[in-house]
């Protein structure tokens, strides 16, 4: 069954330096390579590679008006559907360094049957780029969290999407066509650039919230992948990139407000700071704003705890200072906050020990308006600081643990020494069986040589007698051979004498 056209035709802007799917594609390409662009379109990469990379391109569209606009910038363009088209036939001979599938594979329903045949296609060395929509992006995930799951024009939702992918669903995918993926990368897209810019993060759990954007792959909107034949590369593990363990990680968070809004998870920035690390400086990126903020508020973690202040600073796009906090108690301890305290000086020697009281807690930062007005182009807060440790850990760092381990030590010993003694008792019970086989057989060995005595001067007995039976035979014989010999000649004496008479 083939696709149903579809009388859109996207039109894009290639950008060589820009960060979208199609720019970072490009890029990828070598001068002078020989390409085959799948789901050519209006020619948009095939126009660019054409006239700047002065590159060999042949083509597939299936749409007729598109391939139309595209034909001028292709070497040989083929109007076919990618779910029927036999490649090597319409391209025989041909064997390409670049293979690209930009923003295809999730227009087909059985895309694996189009990449099966790509290896074949491929000169030595060659390589397969493919960039697809992240169905694991945040904005995605939240309005599907709000039972919300929206088909439009254009996007990640697209209403000519068949198939969706996560990277490692892609690569699985690639491997099954006998592709292995060697490099990985991504376009990034914030929530408020994208169509999901009122996606209810608001209506989520702080904590839901939190952990929906902390992700890696959060704010991917499309992976760009290279693939070459996995006969040329070998069994390579793929870059992929994996999310943190979330337990070692917290969530720290930035958040702005316009004079008479609220806080809105929508206008905010996460990162992920790591739990164990005694100091980390974490960053907070401030996107362009539509007009500068009249107050920020740090949540400085999403657990309770114990955490070490060191600094706070905020820069601008251009990574210029605006503003940064004196270090000073009052500075902080004065300005509205929810779960937290500010220690007293005395606490610490170095950096301010700040009480997290609760899974939300936070402070609005004393920055001037001043400072603030130099965010229009964006910028970032920079937080030099400790992970939040709870006096429980302290107590079970400094006495419990130690003792535990202690505990777990001995009574490992106890248990080897049990196992010892078990063995012990085993080896002397066989050597209590052995030492009685070697008695036995001890006995057994003076009872048998005994026997062997007898049964030895019993022969020589035997043998004698033998000897002395042997002897009275032969005198035996020997008498009767003389009475043979006496009859006999008595018997010839008469017969003569009664013959002569």
């Known amino acids: 069954m083939s696709v149903v056209p579809t009388t859109h035709i996207y039109h894009r802007l290639l950008d060589p330096h820009g960060q979208d799917s199609l720019a970072k594609l490009a890029r990828l390409v070598r001068p002078g390579s020989s390409v085959l662009d799948l789901g050519a379109g209006p020619g948009i990469l095939g126009r660019y590679l054409a006239e700047h990379l002065e590159c060999i391109v042949d083509g597939v569209e ?22 029927q088209v036999v490649l090597a036939e319409r391209f025989v001979g041909c064997r390409y360094d670049f293979i690209v599938c930009a923003d295809i594979l999730e227009h087909l329903r059985q ?54 992918f996560t990277l490692r669903s892609l690569t699985r995918s690639l491997a099954r066509a006998g592709l292995q993926v060697v490099a ?37 909107y499309q992976f760009i992948v290279s693939a070459q034949a996995a006969a040329e590369v070998g069994l390579v593990e793929c870059p992929a990139l994996e999310c943190p363990p979330p337990e070692l990680r917290f969530a720290c968070q930035l958040f702005w407000r316009w004079p ?30 539509p007009t500068p903020p009249q107050t920020l508020r740090l949540d400085f973690a999403d657990r309770p705890g114990l955490m070490r202040l060191y ?35 005395g606490w610490s020697a ?60 001995q009574a490992a010993l106890i248990d080897r020494a049990r196992v010892s003694e078990a ?8 050597n209590a069986e052995l030492e009685a086989a070697v008695a036995s057989w001890s006995t057994n060995s003076v009872r048998l040589e005994t026997e062997l005595a007898a049964a030895t001067a019993a022969r020589s007995e035997l043998e004698r007698r033998l000897s002395e039976l042997t002897d009275q035979s032969n005198r035996l014989a020997t008498e009767v051979d003389l009475l043979r010999r006496s009859w ?13 008479g």
């Open 62 to 83: 299936y749409n007729p008006a598109a391939a139309a606009e595209a034909a001028p910038w292709y070497r040989r363009l083929e109007c076919a559907d990618l779910e």
């Open 111 to 164: 895309p694996g049957d189009l990449l099966a045949q790509l290896p074949g296609l491929l000169a030595p060395g060659g390589h397969v780029l493919a960039s697809v929509p992240n169905v694991a992006y945040a904005g995605l995930i939240a309005e599907l969290l709000a039972g919300e799951f929206r088909y439009r024009v254009e996007g990640l939702l697209d209403e000519t999407h068949l198939r969706f």
């Open 184 to 220: 990985v990368d991504a376009a990034l897209l914030g929530l408020r650039e994208s169509e999901f810019a009122d996606c209810r993060l608001d209506a989520l759990p702080p904590a839901l919230v939190r952990g929906l954007l902390g992700r890696p792959e959060a704010l991917v």
């Open 260 to 289: 008479e809004g609220e806080y809105r998870a929508n206008d905010s920035s996460t990162t992920w700071g790591q739990i164990g690390a005694a100091r980390q400086c974490l960053t907070l990126p401030i996107p362009v704003l």
């Open 311 to 345: 600094r706070l600073a905020l820069r601008d796009g251009a990574g210029q200072s605006l503003w940064e906090w004196d270090g000073r108690r009052d500075s902080l301890a004065d300005q509205p906050s929810r779960q937290l305290v500010i220690a007293e000086p």
């Open 350 to 409: 170095e950096g301010m020990i700040v009480l997290l009281a609760g899974e939300d807690p936070h402070l609005e930062l004393p920055v001037p308006a001043s400072a603030l007005a130099g965010l229009r182009k964006g910028g970032e807060l920079v937080a030099d600081l400790s992970w939040p440790m709870s006096l429980d850990y302290l107590a079970l760092v400094q006495h419990c643990v130690p003792r535990r381990d202690a505990e777990t030590a």
């Open 423 to 430: 063995r012990e008792a085993v080896l002397a019970s066989r």
């Open 488 to 500: 006999r000649e008595r018997l010839w004496t008469g017969l003569r004498r009664r013959w002569r």
